[in-house]
């Protein structure tokens, strides 16, 4: 099972301040299926980013993603309001699809 | 507009069954693979159990292999999770999720809360 580590656990940040959240696998994630999700208080998730770097339909260009292999981010270049919730990365290389804990975006 | 509504979610005792349904639409239901998600309160997100279009491949976290069984139906563009032999660490939001690309989810239900319980 590939074992998702996102850090950091909570990121405070100012409105329009720029926010990078990590993700580490505990192995290569093949061919970069590694995807971003967004989860408001009672919502469900929201496709971000999908193939590491490729943004989901809708998706405003100030989110980013980037990585390869272990090692992955998501950036948030200028926070807006609706910006702040809880972002997931999930893997969908090899069964079992794991998702890492969540980063808890803050308001500073 | 894409639209997967969840329902079937209780309060059940320990040892007792479930099933979920998931009932789509707004896309053709038998291009795509589906999943379920699951999500304790207050916690992180789990994937639990997926479908290929045709039914041909179906797998299961290990935490609900041999208890879960997911099926589909699609002349009805419908979903279902049996839940056999329920524990209290199910307790969660049970989502159902349409995939794109195997296994990343461009669209989610609500979710359906299932509560295990004596």
């Known amino acids: 099972e590939i074992v998702l580590t996102q850090s950091p656990g909570t990121l405070s940040v100012s409105p329009g301040e720029r926010a990078t959240l990590s993700c580490r696998a505990s192995q290569t994630v093949t061919s970069n299926y590694l995807a971003w999700y967004q989860q408001r208080p009672g919502q469900p998730p929201r496709l971000l980013i999908y193939a590491s770097s490729s943004r989901a339909a809708g998706v405003p260009d100030r989110f980013s993603g980037s990585g390869s292999g272990t090692d992955f981010t998501l950036t948030i270049s200028r926070l807006e309001p609706e910006d702040f919730a809880v972002y997931y990365c999930q893997q969908y290389d090899i069964s079992p699809f794991t998702f890492g804990p969540g980063t808890k975006v803050d308001i500073k | 507009e894409v639209r997967l509504v969840e329902s079937g979610g209780a309060l059940v005792q320990p040892g007792r069954s479930l099933r979920l349904s998931c009932v789509t639409s707004?896309?053709?239901?038998?291009?795509?693979?589906m999943h379920w998600v699951r999500q304790a309160p207050g916690k992180g997100l789990e994937w639990v159990s997926s479908?290929?279009?045709?039914?041909?491949?179906?797998r299961y976290a290990d935490s609900v292999k041999g208890r879960f069984t997911i099926s589909r139906d699609n002349a009805k563009n419908s979903l279902f999770l049996q839940m056999n032999s329920l524990r209290p660490e199910d307790t969660a939001f049970y989502y159902c999720?349409?995939?794109?690309?195997?296994?990343?989810?461009?669209?989610w239900g609500h979710g359906t809360l299932v509560t295990v319980s004596s």
């Open positions: 479908v290929t279009w045709n039914s041909s491949k179906k």
């Open positions: 999720a349409k995939a794109l690309g195997g296994a990343y989810f461009d669209s």
């Open positions: 707004g896309f053709t239901f038998d291009d795509f693979a």
